[in-house]
């Protein structure tokens, strides 16, 4: 299973990865090195979804850190 990875944790990176079963959200942001503390939110295929969610082959997830402004 390939999956697209979109990070905006500081600078914005985009990378793929292959896993060998579908798996959660949560055990994807182990797999980058990114805390769950350090999510604000997620999103499968650009609709939000939380941690505990399984993703799927072909699935974008992208990562949003909390954010901040005024």
């Known amino acids: 299973m390939e999956i697209?990875?979109?990070l905006y944790t500081g600078m914005f990176k985009s990378m793929r990865?292959?896993?060998?079963?579908e798996v959660e959200i949560?055990?994807?942001l182990d797999k980058v090195g990114v805390k769950k503390e350090?999510?604000?939110?997620?999103?499968?295929?650009?609709c939000c979804k939380?941690?505990?969610e399984r993703i799927k082959d072909g699935d974008i997830l992208?990562?949003?850190?909390?954010?901040?402004g005024g």
């Open 4 to 6: 697209e990875i979109r």
């Open 17 to 21: 990865m292959i896993l060998d079963n």
């Open 26 to 28: 949560v055990d994807v």
């Open 38 to 46: 350090e999510v604000e939110f997620v999103t499968v295929n650009g």
């Open 50 to 52: 939380e941690l505990d």
């Open 62 to 68: 992208t990562i949003f850190p909390p954010l901040a």
